[in-house]
C-alpha cells in the first residue's frame, strides 16, 4: 500500500542549526501538508502546499521556516536556525483531494534542539 | 474557527470494558469527522472517518464512532477493550477552509488494564 515516507525519523541539532526534514508524498497525491507535536500537546497545522506554492499556514510558521519541493518527489520543511521550542515531533501529510479531508500521514520526524 | 473538544486527556478501562472516548466540534456546519490513533513512537493511523451518508461508521481494530449532529459530537467506542488498544487517540476534523485542512483535538491517552 502506497505511503508517505519521511526521513530522518530521529534529529538532534544545536539551537540556532538549519534543519531540513524529507518527505516523500505518496505519487499521485498534490496536496501537502505539515503538521507539527510539541510532545505532550495537540497536533497543530503548520503549512499547506499546492502547485509549488503555499496554500495555507498557520501563526507558527513563521519567516524560520520554509517549504519546498526540490523536485518530482520530495517536499521539504526547512527551520533555518532552530530553538528551543522547535523541538517536537513533525509529521508530513498528503492527500489527492483535499474536499475529503482524509490525510495520509507519514511516521514523522523527530527533532530535538539542544 | 472550528474546534474540537476532546474530554478526559486520560482515560483508564479494564480488559474486555466499554471504551467511550469523546469527542465535540464547534462549527454549526458539520465538518468531515475523523478519528486517528497513535500508538508509542509511531505516527498517526486513520482508524474511521465521516464524511456522508451512515452515521455510525465502523473503522478498523473493532472501534465505530456515531456522528451526532444534534449533538456536535462523534465520540469514538469499542464494545470490548484489548491490550493493543493502549494508545493516544486523537479527534479531527476539517475546517471547511480553503485546504479543508485537519484541526485536532488535544487527544485522549487510553491505558488497558489487565
Known amino acids: 500500500e502506497p505511503e508517505v515516507t519521511q526521513t530522518p525519523s530521529h534529529q538532534v541539532t544545536q539551537m540556532g542549526q538549519e534543519v531540513i526534514l524529507r518527505c516523500v508524498p505518496i505519487s499521485n497525491h498534490l496536496y501537502f501538508y505539515w503538521y507539527r507535536q510539541i510532545l505532550g500537546q495537540k497536533v497543530e497545522f503548520l503549512v499547506s502546499f499546492y502547485n509549488n506554492e503555499i496554500s495555507e499556514k498557520s501563526e507558527i510558521f513563521d519567516d524560520q521556516f520554509s517549504v519546498e519541493r526540490p523536485d518530482g518527489s520530495n517536499f521539504t520543511l526547512k527551520i533555518r536556525s532552530t530553538k528551543l521550542e522547535d523541538s517536537a515531533m513533525y509529521f508530513c501529510?498528503?492527500?489527492?483531494?483535499?474536499?475529503?479531508?482524509?490525510?495520509?500521514f507519514g511516521e514523522g520526524s523527530r527533532l530535538t534542539v539542544l | 474557527a472550528q474546534s474540537v473538544t476532546q474530554l478526559g486527556s486520560h482515560v483508564s478501562v479494564s480488559e474486555g470494558a466499554l471504551v467511550l472516548l469523546r469527542c465535540n466540534y464547534s462549527s454549526s456546519v458539520p465538518p468531515y469527522l475523523f478519528w486517528y490513533v497513535q500508538y508509542p513512537n509511531q505516527g498517526l493511523q486513520l482508524l474511521l472517518k465521516y464524511t456522508t451518508g451512515a452515521t455510525l461508521v465502523k473503522g478498523i481494530n473493532g472501534f465505530e464512532a456515531e456522528f451526532k449532529k444534534s449533538e456536535t459530537s462523534f465520540h469514538l467506542t469499542k464494545p470490548s477493550a484489548h491490550m493493543s488498544d493502549a494508545a493516544e487517540y486523537f479527534c479531527a476534523v476539517t475546517d471547511g477552509g480553503a485546504t479543508n485542512k485537519l484541526i485536532f483535538g488535544t487527544g485522549t491517552l487510553l491505558a488497558v488494564q489487565p
Open positions: 501529510a498528503s492527500t489527492e483531494f483535499p474536499s475529503t479531508g482524509e490525510l495520509f
